[in-house]
């Protein structure tokens, strides 16, 4: 098998964000900027803030991807040509677009930038693949609904040149690699322009025509039904399929997602194929020890999406809309001094409470807290979340600026 390194592509939505994906091992991150992404809840970055990171990212050998892949609408054209200009005078490394006209923008605004096509224009076959090629497409991201035979039936019959990128790990869409109407339908937010609002994770019921006001559930269950919910991908366990397939990126879905999932799947990810490259033996050897940390972020369950032909009913979850949370999020690290560090604390934990820091290199570190201070006063615990507080271990353990600090549920 060829054993090409591929590039791990993280998410971030915010610089907080940002510099824990390039910590915690992303070859590459993809942002949104102030439009035409399809994350508009998300807090992305104005112009200064993508300067930045930027910045930050090439400093560290780190590419940086700039979603512009809203399906435009006439109004937008023009904006998105002043939009797309300014941001490719900043240098990222690529536009990620779905629709043509953009596509044709960006090729025109920011010619040393390269454009990738995203998977919500449905790229399905290797004719679509080479047409985008043709096009100028550095990148083509496959739609979700392709299995890894299709994909690598695609790899050999493009250019070796054309990259291919494909998602690994997060959520999946209930609708046609995301082409969905049904947050438009029912609230008016259209999914295609980045408002979604997931009415997909919603609880649905039937209605008899002649019966109005009596709400039955659409598959018996004492708890109703969630008929849209579909489990979280995850591809921890089959790499070595990933590359067999011929993929160039390795992609993570989560741009709404906090430090800690990133942190948990960008360290995860990057040890599993550091180890698959160094020996496919150390790779097999090590997968309970993946299985174990990537089941430490949120999650909806975990299935293998389409890679493996098409989903089966196994791949919904009927009964409910929660997540599985095995672990929380505590705060990452601004400052440290020996053995007191400052952070801005993100949910309660007290004195005594037994907290694990994350370490880049896939270490975890188990401490005991000797003492919270916050706002000058010791206290017992810290209940109010984004609560600036230098914090006190009994361990003689050493923490660094940007490890993530979590506890177990």
């Known amino acids: 098998m060829d054993m090409k390194k591929p590039e791990l592509l993280i998410p971030a939505g915010s610089w907080d964000v940002f510099k824990t994906a390039v910590r915690y091992g992303a070859d590459a991150v993809y942002i949104g900027g102030e439009a ?3 994350r508009a809840a998300a807090k992305n970055f104005d112009p200064e803030e993508m300067d930045m990171a930027i910045r930050y990212a090439h400093e560290h050998g780190v590419k940086v991807h700039v979603t512009a892949n809203i399906l ?3 109004d937008d054209l023009n904006e998105a040509e002043a939009y797309l200009t300014e941001v490719g005078k900043l240098g990222p490394d690529a ?3 779905a629709d043509p006209g953009m596509f044709e923008i960006a090729r025109r605004s920011a010619p040393d930038v390269d454009v990738h096509i995203s998977t919500q224009a449905n790229n399905t076959n290797y004719g679509t693949y080479n047409f985008w090629w043709k096009q100028g497409a550095k990148r083509v991201v496959a739609a979700r609904e392709l299995s890894l035979s299709e994909i690598k039936d ?3 019959h493009i250019d070796p040149e054309m990259e291919i990128e494909t998602f690994i790990h997060g959520a999946m869409c209930i609708s046609y690699s995301g082409r969905c109407l049904l947050s438009n339908y029912l609230v008016g937010r259209d999914a295609n322009q980045g408002a979604c609002t997931h009415p997909c994770r919603w609880k649905y019921s039937i209605v008899e025509e002649e019966r109005p006001g009596e709400y039955m559930p659409v598959f018996e269950n004492e708890r109703g039904t969630y008929i849209f919910n579909s489990k979280d991908l995850c591809m921890i366990e089959h790499i070595p399929e990933m590359l067999d397939a011929g993929i160039d990126s390795f992609k993570v879905e989560g741009r709404m997602k906090t430090a800690l999932y990133v942190a948990t799947v960008a360290r995860t990810y990057r040890n ?4 698959l490259l160094e020996s496919e033996d150390k790779y097999r050897a090590n997968l309970e020890h993946y299985k174990d940390e990537i089941g430490k972020c949120t999650y909806r369950e975990f299935t293998t999406g ?3 032909g098409k989903p089966t009913s196994d791949s919904q979850i009927y009964d409910n809309n929660t997540y599985v ?7 990452t690290v601004e400052s440290a001094d020996g053995g007191r560090i400052c952070f801005e604390q993100k949910n309660k934990f007290c004195v005594g409470d037994e907290l694990e820091v ?3 290199d896939g270490r975890n570190l188990y401490v005991t807290v000797k003492s919270i201070l916050g706002d000058g006063v010791l206290q017992e615990s810290a209940p109010h979340p984004q609560q600036a507080l230098t914090v006190e271990f009994n361990e003689n353990e050493v923490i660094e600026i940007g490890d993530i600090i979590r506890a177990k549920a």
Do not use: S
């Not at 949370?325 to 705060?331: A, E, S, W």
């Open 72 to 74: 435009a609408h006439d």
């Open 36 to 38: 035409f992404g399809l």
């Open 325 to 331: 949370k095995n672990y929380t999020y505590i705060g």
């Open 95 to 97: 536009f990620i677009v």
């Open 306 to 308: 389409f890679f493996f």
């Open 154 to 156: 695609i790899r050999g």
């Open 358 to 360: 994350m370490k880049p």
């Open 272 to 275: 599993a194929i550091d180890d």
